[in-house]
């Protein structure tokens, strides 16, 4: 299997690693019997996401996935960072092997799931903003 | 620390030995003959394939007219279940015993059987990866046709009571094989000491080239034809013979049978070196028995730890190792094996396996004793299952039974 040189790059040098203590926004997606967890920490100030930081127990699509993902939300409106596909996030490594997809599904869930979070802290119903968040089919 | 290139990966593929090399280019380039021509090239390269067949038997144990080249293991492997299915399914003997962390070969093989109407025993290995004669024995029924078990696993390394089954089939009066693929070479083995009938090998494991192995069956065993054509193979597999890798596989079997109670001295004291050194790595694990192993194998389990990613980073060190997780697997779910154990996903997608060989060094050993501990630590850094084992969550409960303590 090979992976992009863009893959091997997000997963040996991982941008954004960490938490973020005073987060206004945390989404986890995943678990551990499938062997991909992902939690995504936003900082929100003005509408625009000015910090994020993950953590990503996984595979190395599942670290650079995640990795490229925060790199394309840090300083994009929340209106924006909404609008994230997987399929931007595969595009942005220049591609990924076909058994590897369900991991870029998994980073798009990992961001909506803190953007819910965010809208939740804010008083705010996300499912109608964000939709509802599958379980990733691919575990099932 | 000083970057190094470490093969730990003999249990996947070893590399051709210069010896097997020098064996084999005449026979591509000089003795090139077709070996069912009358003249003397082709008699040569016939005389060549002989020679390869007695030295095979002479390795494990058994006659020349016993032994069939193949194109590895997997083919043995598949021939061997299948034949005996075939012949003896006829006769109303539509039952096959094996266990449930064979190689997909075996396996495979067996669930293609079962869609013709055959019922199969999988035995259940317990917890250290080993199965009993006495398993087998209470699994025997007047329909079975075939025992196959394997004689060492690929991913545990564990060694089973291979003579001891062969004893209860022999009893029982059912056919026994095994697949040697990884035991070849790594344990003494004699076919008609050890009660077996029938047992596969790959030669690429023992530094013969890829593509190339043999079954061996017994005198007396009736086998259907594998491959229909020309005379090769008495008649049961046709097809030109590949002669430099037949020749090859002789060489190397050879060599690998030489000396196999030094290799296994020389071999073990780095592997327990290994796990020793890496198991004080807290909520870690050994699987696999650890004392009926194979010499080479070290498998270990980190918890919070991601397999692949844990072999992209040895890789980025120079060290080449396997894993079970699901994502080196290709499917989701993790290694057949590691579940067979009655591990959690959780603990079987943090495994790596190292398989070292006589190549290995003291010095190899001290390096990836320095580079694990490292890699698992940065992985774990940023990995949120190990903040929840950190923090006591609920999730982590069960798969923490299964490895040493955290601190």
Redesign the interface.
């Known amino acids: 299997m090979l992976y992009s040189e863009k893959v ?1 790059d997000h ?2 040098n ?1 941008r954004n ?2 938490e973020i203590e005073d987060a206004d926004g945390i989404g ?1 997606v995943g678990n ?8 995504m920490y936003i900082k929100v100030e003005g509408g625009i996401i000015t910090d994020v930081k993950f ?9 650079a996935t995640s990795s490229i993902a925060t790199e394309m939300l840090k300083g994009k409106s929340i209106e924006d960072a909404l609008k994230l596909t997987n399929k931007a996030v595969v595009e942005a490594l220049e591609g990924l092997p076909p ?2 997809l369900h991991c870029s599904v998994l980073a798009e869930q990992a961001v909506k799931s803190a953007l819910s979070d965010y809208y939740r802290r804010q008083g705010i119903d996300p499912v109608p903003i964000v939709g509802e968040i599958g379980e990733c089919e ?2 099932h | 620390m000083e970057k190094r290139f470490i093969y730990a990966d003999n249990a996947a593929t070893t590399a051709v030995s210069k010896r097997v090399l020098d064996a084999m280019l005449p026979c591509m380039t000089e003795h090139f003959g077709n070996p069912s021509s009358i003249y003397k090239l082709g008699r040569d390269a016939e005389r060549a394939i002989t020679d390869a067949r007695e030295k095979v038997a002479k390795a494990i144990g058994c006659s020349a007219s016993e032994i069939y080249f193949t194109s590895g293991g997997s083919e043995a492997d598949n021939w061997a279940i299948r034949s005996a299915a075939i012949r003896l399914g006829k006769k109303g003997k539509k039952h096959i015993i094996t266990t449930n962390f064979e190689h997909h070969a075996v396996l495979h093989t067996c669930e293609f059987l079962e869609k013709q109407g055959f019922e199969v025993t999988y035995l259940p290995v317990d917890e250290n990866g080993l199965i009993t004669a006495e398993q087998v024995r209470d699994a025997i029924r007047e329909d079975t046709a075939i025992v196959s078990i394997m004689y060492a696993n690929n991913e545990i390394g564990t060694i089973m009571p291979i003579k001891e089954i062969g004893e209860v089939c022999r009893e029982k009066k059912v056919l026994f094989h095994t697949d040697a693929v990884q035991a070849v070479g790594n344990v003494p083995i004699n076919v008609a000491e050890q009660n077996i009938d029938m047992l596969s090998c790959s030669g690429h494991k023992i530094h013969a080239q890829k593509g190339t192995g043999f079954l061996y069956i017994r005198k007396g065993i009736p086998i259907v034809n594998l491959i229909f054509g020309g005379g090769q193979e008495r008649g049961r597999r046709a097809g030109t013979e590949n002669v430099p890798a037949i020749v090859g596989l002789g060489e190397a079997i050879t060599a690998a049978c030489e000396n196999i109670p030094a290799k296994i001295a020389k071999v073990s004291a780095m592997r327990d070196r290994l796990i020793d050194g890496i198991t004080k790595i807290p909520c870690s694990r050994l699987n696999g028995d650890r004392k009926q192993r194979l010499c080479g194998n070290v498998n270990i389990s980190f918890l919070g730890v991601e397999g692949e990613s844990l072999l992209l980073l040895l890789d980025a060190n120079g060290i080449c190792a396997s894993s079970g997780s699901a994502c080196t697997s290709g499917s989701l779910d993790p290694s057949h094996v590691l579940l067979a154990l009655g591990l959690p996903h959780e603990v079987a997608h943090g495994s790596m396996r190292l398989s070292i060989s006589e190549d290995t060094t003291d010095e190899d050993v001290d390096y990836i004793l320095e580079v694990v501990p490292k890699v698992v630590e940065r992985i774990r850094a940023m990995s949120p299952l190990w903040e929840d084992i950190q923090n006591g969550k609920e999730n982590v409960q069960k798969p923490l039974k299964f490895v040493s303590p955290l601190n």
Do not use: Y
């Not at chain 1, 551990?32 to 939690?39: H, T």
């Not at chain 1, 953590?55 to 670290?63: D, E, I, N, R, S």
């Open positions: 091997m997963f040996a991982p690693v960490g986890e551990a019997k499938c062997g991909d967890i992902m939690k953590k990503t127990f996984g595979c190395g699509a599942a670290v058994q590897k691919a575990c």
